[in-house]
């Protein structure tokens, strides 16, 4: 189950944000469903990306025994 405040993973590109999959985020809000949520995509500067609707196939929980890993975003943010 994921919920508020989670911090998961993009399961697929989201082109148009320069996110690819494996980015991580933190979910900021679940819909009543629990199929559908905000997730938050910030730089390691803690500047936003993206707040993104996404359903639960486009996203899954951290392991803890994953390893981050950090990569150039390829727009800039605004």
Same mark, same amino acid.
Do not use: N, S
């Given at each position: ?7 998961? #993973? ?15 985020? #933190? ?52």
């Amino acid at each position: 189950m994921i919920r508020e405040l989670d911090t998961v #993973a993009l399961t697929r590109d989201v082109d148009e944000y320069g996110l690819k999959a494996g980015d991580i985020g #933190a979910v900021v809000h679940c819909y009543k469903d629990d199929a559908v949520f905000e997730v938050e995509f910030v730089t390691a500067e803690g500047a936003t990306i993206a707040v993104l609707t996404l359903e639960l196939a486009d996203i899954r929980p951290v392991g803890g025994k994953e390893v981050l890993h950090v990569r150039e975003l390829a727009q800039a943010v605004a």
